[in-house]
Structure formats: C-alpha cells, structure tokens
C-alpha cells in the first residue's frame, strides 16, 4: 500500500498508544494528513515547553476553524486520543459542550461533553485530555469543575479504561472537590455512545451523584 508522504513523515504513527485510549467517536472522521507539518505548530509546541504558572482559564470553544485546528493540534499532541479533522472538530463543537483551557493564552486542553437528553439524564464527560506539558497543574480538574459547573443540576457520568489511573484518579478528585461521591455503574446503564465509546471498546462507566444537599440548596 502507498502511504500518502505526510503520514510517513509524522512522527509517530496513529490511533496512538491503543492501550491508553479512553474513548473514541463512533463516526470519527480520521484525519490521515500531519498536523505536525501544519504552520504554527511547531511554534506552539515550543512554547509549551516553557509554560508559565500563570493561572488556567477555562472558555467555551467556538465554532471556528481556529478552535477547530486547536483541538486537533491538543488531539496531536496528546498521545491518547484520536486526532480528528477541523472540520470535525468545529461539528463537535456545534453539537457538544466543548471547552478548551489556556495557560498564558495558549489552550493547553480541552474537554468534551454531552448534556443528558432528559432532565434527570447526567452531563456526559466524553472526554478530557491535557497536552502533556501541562499536565499535574491542575488543568483537567479545571476542566471537569468548568463542565459541571454549567450543568449545576446534573450528576456527571464518564467511563475510562481499567488501565488509565490517571484519569480513574481525575474523576475521583473532582468528585471529592465537588462534595459529590463517584460510583460505579452497571453495564449498559448508559449509552456507549453518550459516553463517548464506540462498540467494541470496553470501558468502566462511573458516575459521580451531586450531594443532595447541594442540590436543595440551588
Ligand atoms: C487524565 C488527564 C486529563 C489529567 O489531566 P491533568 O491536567 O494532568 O490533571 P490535574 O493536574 O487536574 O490532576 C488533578 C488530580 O488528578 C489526579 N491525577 C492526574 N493525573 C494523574 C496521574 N498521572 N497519576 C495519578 N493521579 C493523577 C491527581 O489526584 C491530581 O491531583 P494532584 O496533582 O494534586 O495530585 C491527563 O493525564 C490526560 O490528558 N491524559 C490523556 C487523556 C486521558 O486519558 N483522558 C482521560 C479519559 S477521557
């Protein structure tokens, strides 16, 4: 088979690092040209190398080509998610609540979410990915407590794999930050597709319950 020369080129290959995906979109729309060559990049990828400690803000992304290309260069840069086009991206955008966090103006990570279609349904978390220049600073709990925070009504539901303890760890932080309490769930309690995985990836689904009190008190 040919490989177009820009997948030659990038390097490394993908999915990447199968083992430590969390998720993927049932119609994900791959992407098979390098964003590594894309201009601005590089530059990019050189600032995060010398990140500031200047405080994490958190927006909602807009549906722009720019955020669109953000996320895909977040999406190249991580090593456990798919990296998706802009276009797909920008639909994400339309279709999701999708946040992006900035250190120093430069986005550093972004979140992706899906409202509950009924009232009692949860905010699904689809998925939460740090560059990792910027992990262990606090970016994904900022992410997630952004997520929550606009659904204040709303248990929020996410599932990992068995092996990533660095997101099983994140999901039980914020439930402590939020005074909430994260529980297993059962099989098929919830859509694969709510959550974020396609058929075939198995997955642990957890949720984590708002204490009732805070939600009396709303
Ligand atoms: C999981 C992930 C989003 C965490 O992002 P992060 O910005 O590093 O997380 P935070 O700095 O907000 O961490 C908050 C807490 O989560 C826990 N945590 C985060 N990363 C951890 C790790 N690698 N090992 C153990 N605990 C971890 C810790 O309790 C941490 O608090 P502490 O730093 O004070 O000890 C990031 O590692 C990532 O992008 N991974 C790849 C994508 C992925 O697996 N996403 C999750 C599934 S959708």
């Known amino acids: 088979m040919i490989l177009p020369s820009a997948a030659i080129q990038a390097p490394r290959p993908w999915p990447i690092n199968g083992a430590a995906i969390c998720r993927c979109y049932r119609l994900a729309v791959f992407d098979l040209s390098s964003p590594y060559q894309e201009p601005g990049f590089g530059i990019w990828k050189r600032r995060l190398k010398s990140l500031s400690v200047s405080e994490i803000r958190v927006r909602e992304a807009k549906p722009t ?81 952004a997520a929550a925070a606009r659904e204040p009504l709303r248990d929020i539901a996410m599932a990992t794999l068995d092996d990533n303890l660095a997101a099983r760890s994140l999901n039980e932080r914020f439930a402590k930050s939020i005074g909430g309490e994260i529980r297993s769930v059962p099989p098929r309690r919830y859509r694969r597709t709510d959550l974020g995985f396609a058929n075939g990836e198995s997955h642990h689904a957890w949720v984590v319950e708002r204490s009732r009190e805070t939600l009396i008190g709303i």
Not at 74 to 88: L, P
Not at 95 to 100: C, G, M, P, R
Request: glycine fraction near 8%; hydrophobic fraction near 45%.
């Open 65 to 145: 080509a720019e955020d669109g290309r953000w996320m895909r260069w977040m999406q190249a840069d991580g090593e456990s998610t798919y990296i998706h086009s802009v276009e797909y991206n920008v639909l994400k955008i339309e279709q999701q609540l999708v946040l992006v966090a900035e250190i120093a103006d430069d986005p550093v990570g972004f979140c992706n979410a899906l409202v509950g279609r009924t009232k009692s349904d949860p905010l699904f978390i689809q998925l939460v990915a740090v560059v990792p220049s910027a992990r262990r600073r606090g970016v994904g709990l900022a992410l997630l407590s």
